[in-house]
């Protein structure tokens, strides 16, 4: 078992003729990706609380909770909930409230968490507070605007460090499928209703350092290749090329993979958003680097390609 | 470099061992209590407990200081007989205006407010316009006071908090005008909250000469023990700053719970003054704007103590004693962010993290060994290396794990063989090319080491990224993967390669198990 592998994913000889869906892939891409923005736009992320500010309290009730005597008790105590719902057990409450509007909106938040807590409780005695959380106004507008300035410094720093390493042409290549890459992501999320939360932001930026880790192992071996074979045409080349990286790009997809796949099934409520969407960014990425990345090279043109690899 | 020296086979070992050791602390109690007993902290999420973002209330600082400056410009004015009119208070601007009396008190005036001491250094400026003089506060200097009353308002919170005998509080400053707080098992923060949310300045001051209406140099307050307004005036005559003790007792006459102070003797020296020269008069004590009683001064009081009686039960009486000894805040304190885990959530959440890291790890061993056979196997040690070599410098910094945190272990385990399939491939086509076994593994080691890096140096920016606008677990999800790509590099370039190059050394095979 030791002396050699059992499986591989496809033969080392194996040469599959990836250049010639190119248009095909990025035309499906490009409509996706579309697509995404749109699903951006209309019906737009569902933020979570981070972003969105409010109230969230989870509880447990000592048994199968009622929800029109907890709906009831809220109205008494004068809370108008934008949710009262079910999760995971029978016994399981949710109720979520948005960030109430006005000048002392920032007392009122963090009053309504403690109102509501006593209400359910006095309603249900014996219910167990799982989780009480109340974000400010303030404060989910700044951790919203760090949020996004986290994903665009990221994007800037992985652009100039591919610049730097690499040349022109692959720099822009492996932004342009960054983005795409990104935006499909982003369109997921809008359709599976995830809230789109901090730790979201942390899986998209973890998307974006794994799927350019995918592309710098194909362009470094692209350009080996633009070296060592000089007449070879350069779409030959980018299919070589891929093929030559194929085993890798698919072991190293499956391990993250694998290593995400339990946070997706056993994560509880906090990591399952999380790690489903990054199962996602990983198929998306790895098939993006071979059907997407190489293809785009094509486009910026051969003459310039090798002009820039010589020199480099 | 297919020759690994003993000092570099001994240097990857005794970083090995390190590891186990910084790793122990976390699973075996303390021998000895002198011992460095390094552990990683359980996060909130994990271990169940309140988190509270506190924002001081910096307008108020400087309104405060406005006032109090206005009191002693006037104080200052009527010691050395200079009239005024029209004294000014304009809080946008952040500056007091008046007009002199006449034109020759002018530059007294001017020299007399220049006179006025400074809480920090340069903290205001004087100047003439249009006749008026204008005391105006500097941008600078409040900012040096904000910072300062930001410090100051942590060592009162801390107070606050050691005096409930929460377990464990953490306390920090975040950001110009914020504070954290944790309060590790806190499932019902409500105490804490409302304890945090009283400023506590407790001031003694007379009643206006008529109670019922403002007048210039008084300000109507809510008298809580009848419930009705009162103008107070606006000099403060003693100051909570000058107690020295407080508790709650109950009133001998009334059978109720009553508040007993005790002031220093500055403080006691100013009330005995106040109190012999205002026999007969109504005097208030004012917490946070709120009259709490205005009782009669019957006779002098010299003793420097006293007693407030103000319709208390036991807890709001031992509340107000402890909220007077921990001292006033600078300014007020208000929540602008909570959450709160409960305990049964925590340790769901601890049992979710375990069994996903322990499933995680086992799908990523197996497919190793079954993709790559040997050196899968290789990679697998490796991967255990590695999740010590992160526990233990976890442990090294005492940082906390949250379950995104766990959640980064486990992607960056999955991230870190990768290395491994880089080099395994590579080797792979070195053998497919012809090269010897020893030729091949040399070259696939140093070919694939620039891929390694340059993959891993893309993710490590993308998470300092991260790390630095992230907040709570999304920050400790970004540690968690930067620390990981550290060990990563060390366990694949060093201690994979090692596993490797002792193998052949000793087994000398005429093919590659690639």
């Known amino acids: 078992m030791l002396s050699r592998p059992l499986f591989r994913f496809v033969r080392d000889d194996r040469r599959i003729n990836f250049m010639r869906g ?43 909770a009622d929800f029109g005597k907890l709906r009831a008790a809220l109205d008494h ?6 949710a009262v719902q079910a999760f995971g057990s029978p016994r399981d409450v949710r109720i979520s409230i948005n960030a109430p509007e006005g000048a002392d909106r920032e007392a009122q938040t963090q009053k309504l968490v403690d109102g509501v807590k006593s209400a359910i409780s006095a309603a249900e005695p014996g219910t167990q507070v799982l989780r009480a959380d109340a974000v400010g106004a303030s404060v989910s507008s700044e951790l919203f605007r760090d949020g996004l300035l986290a994903l665009g410094f990221s994007l800037a720093m992985i652009l100039i460090y591919v610049w730097v390493r690499f040349e022109r042409e692959f720099a822009i290549s492996a932004v342009v499928t960054l983005i795409l890459d990104l935006t499909k992501t982003v369109g997921f999320l809008a359709i599976t209703r995830f809230e789109f939360d901090l730790v979201m932001v942390a899986a998209l930026l973890t998307i974006l350092g794994y799927s350019t880790n995918d592309k710098v192992v194909v362009y470094d071996r692209i350009r080996e290749n633009l070296r060592k074979y000089r007449t070879m045409p350069l779409r030959e080349l980018l299919d070589l090329s891929i093929n030559e990286t194929l085993n890798r790009t698919l072991g190293t997809s499956m391990t993250v993979f694998l290593a995400a796949l339990p946070l997706a099934l056993f994560g509880g409520s906090t990591l399952t958003g999380f790690a489903t969407v990054m199962l996602f960014g990983i198929v998306v990425g790895t098939s993006s680097s071979i059907f997407i990345a190489a293809p785009l090279l094509l486009l910026m043109g051969e003459k310039r390609l090798r002009k820039e690899t010589d020199a480099g | 470099m297919m020759y690994y020296s003993r000092l570099r086979l001994l240097g990857v070992a005794g970083i090995c061992l390190i590891g186990v050791l910084l790793c122990l602390p976390n699973f075996l109690r303390s021998p000895a209590p002198s011992l460095p007993w390094r552990q990683i902290h359980l996060g909130l999420d994990l271990r169940g407990g309140s988190y509270l973002l506190l924002q001081l209330d910096l307008k108020s600082l400087e309104h405060d200081r406005l006032q109090s400056l206005q009191d002693q410009a006037r104080q200052t004015l009527l010691d050395r007989s200079l009239g005024y009119r029209d004294f000014a208070r304009d809080d946008a601007t952040a500056s007091l205006s008046f007009m002199p009396r006449s034109d020759a008190e002018r530059d007294a005036a001017l020299k007399a407010m220049q006179s006025l001491p400074p809480v920090v250094p340069n903290e205001f400026t004087t100047s003439e316009k249009d006749g008026r003089i204008v005391l105006t506060l500097q941008h600078d ?63 003694f001051r007379l009643l206006a000469p008529n109670p019922s209406v403002a007048s210039p140099g008084s300000t109507m307050l809510e008298d809580e023990s009848v419930h009705t307004q009162v103008a107070v005036q606006d000099h403060v005559d003693v100051d909570g700053t000058d107690l020295t003790n407080a508790g709650a007792v109950i009133d001998q006459q009334s059978g109720g719970w009553a508040v007993t102070f005790q002031l220093n003797s500055a403080g006691a020296t100013a009330f005995a003054n106040v109190t012999r020269a205002n026999v007969g008069k109504r005097f208030a004590i004012v917490l946070d704007n709120k009259v709490i009683e205005a009782p009669n001064i019957i006779s002098p009081i010299t003793a420097g103590n006293g007693q407030i009686t103000g319709g208390f039960d036991a807890r ?7 909220l007077l000894r921990a001292g006033a805040l600078p300014a007020p304190l208000s929540v602008v962010e909570q959450r709160t885990i409960g305990p049964s959530l925590g340790a769901a959440s601890i049992h979710a993290g375990i069994i996903s890291l322990l499933t995680g790890l086992l799908l990523v061993i197996v497919f190793m060994v079954l993709f790559y056979g040997r050196f899968g196997l290789y990679a697998d040690i ?18 906390t794990l949250t379950l995104p945190g766990m959640a980064g272990m486990l992607l960056t385990l999955g991230m870190a063989v990768d290395a491994n399939i880089l080099i395994n491939e590579r080797i792979r086509e070195e053998v497919k090319r012809g090269r010897g076994p020893l030729q091949a593994l040399q070259a696939g080691f140093d070919r694939a080491t620039g891929t390694i890096i340059d993959s891993n140096a893309t993710a490590f920016l993308a998470h300092v990224m991260l790390f630095v606008f992230g907040t709570g677990p999304v920050r400790n999800f970004a540690l968690t993967i930067t620390i990981g790509i550290v060990t990563t590099l060390f366990t694949t370039l060093l201690l994979s390669r090692l596993l490797v190059v002792r193998w052949y050394a000793l087994a000398r095979p005429k093919e590659l198990p690639v």
Do not use: C, Y
Request: a neutral charge; charged letters at 20%; aromatic letters at 4%.
């Open chain 2, 316 to 322: 709001s009486a031992s509340d107000l004693a402890l």
């Open chain 2, 382 to 399: 490796a991967l255990f290396a590695n999740l010590i070599l992160m526990v233990a410098i976890l442990s090294l910094f005492q940082a």
């Open chain 1, 22 to 64: 190119r248009h095909m892939g990025l035309i499906v891409s490009a409509v996706l990706s579309i697509a995404s923005v749109i699903l951006f736009f209309q019906p737009g992320l569902k933020l979570g609380l981070d972003f969105r500010g409010g109230i969230i309290v989870e509880a447990q009730t000592p048994g199968p």
């Open chain 1, 77 to 82: 105590a004068g809370i108008h909930p934008d």
């Open chain 2, 141 to 203: 200097a409040m900012l040096a006071r904000a910072r300062e009353a930001v410090a100051q308002s942590i060592e009162i919170v801390r107070r606050r908090i050691d005096a409930t005998g929460a377990i464990d509080p953490s306390i920090a400053r975040e950001g110009d005008d914020r504070i954290v707080v944790e309060l590790p098992g806190v499932s019902d923060p409500e105490r804490i909250k409302s304890l945090l949310g009283t400023t506590a300045r407790l001031t």
